[in-house]
């Protein structure tokens, strides 16, 4: 079965300094990874995809096969950065392709 | 683009009661919509797949009487919580996207917030 781990509920950093959200999954398959994000009182909404391998808001993510592991980078922490954050597995069923979420890591930046 | 919209926002019902959710893609057709479900400070679970035109998939552990989807059309998927009760209390997420087999990316509407008294 396909498992994604956030092991940090809550990541506080300050403002300009590095932040790394951690992920962790286990898949037998080939893996998709994304990482969704969710401002306050905002709807969840894509911010990156491994496959883009694409710089989003300065975040960036590399997907390490041999650690699975898909964390999420970014060298100078914004305000406005502050969110929730969750990493999600993207699973083909023939049918459609279903994202498994993980619990989410909640990302304050602070002055 | 991509916007999908939910109705109602919240919702308060007497245990007992059914009640309907809507999902609607506003400026696209959804070929697949998705529905999940959040309990506080946890993360989202995937309830069921729905297909325009053909039954719901629902995910283990899922009740298909309990929470009938109807997906009459390429824009517009209906959860309905039968019989609810406080237990069913949640916040249910809907999410649309394009295409099928294939990763396309999901847009999510805002959810709505079920309080069954």
């Known amino acids: 079965a396909q498992r994604v781990t956030q092991p940090e509920k809550l990541l506080s950093v300050f403002k300009g300094a590095p932040v790394e959200l951690k992920c962790n999954y286990s898949?037998?398959?080939?893996?998709?990874l994304f990482w969704y994000v969710q401002y306050s009182r905002q709807r969840l909404q894509l911010l990156l995809r491994?496959?883009s391998r694409e710089s989003i808001k300065g975040f960036t993510a590399d997907l390490n096969k041999g650690e699975t592991s898909f964390h999420l980078k970014k060298p100078f922490a914004q305000e406005e950065d502050s969110a929730m954050y969750y990493c999600a597995l993207s699973r083909n069923t023939g049918t459609a392709s279903k994202l498994t979420f993980g619990t989410g890591t909640r990302l304050q930046v602070t002055l | 683009g991509a916007v999908v919209s939910q109705h109602p926002s919240r919702v308060i019902c007497k245990s007992g009661t059914s009640v309907k959710i809507e999902c609607r893609s506003l400026?696209?057709?959804?070929?697949?919509m998705f529905w999940y479900r959040q309990f506080p400070k946890q993360s989202l679970m995937l309830m069921a797949t729905?297909?325009?035109?053909?039954?719901?998939?629902?995910e283990q552990g899922v009740e298909k009487d309990k929470f009938l989807i109807n997906h009459a059309s390429l824009t517009l998927s209906t959860l309905t919580v039968t019989s609810a009760h406080p237990e069913d209390s949640s916040f249910y997420i809907c999410?649309?996207?394009?295409?099928?087999?294939?990763?396309?990316?999901?847009?999510f509407g805002p959810g709505t917030r079920l309080t069954v008294l």
């Open positions: 400026d696209f057709q959804a070929t697949t």
């Open positions: 999410s649309a996207s394009v295409g099928g087999r294939s990763y396309n990316e999901q847009f």
């Open positions: 491994h496959i």
């Open positions: 729905s297909n325009e035109g053909s039954k719901a998939t629902y």
């Open positions: 898949y037998s398959g080939s893996p998709e």
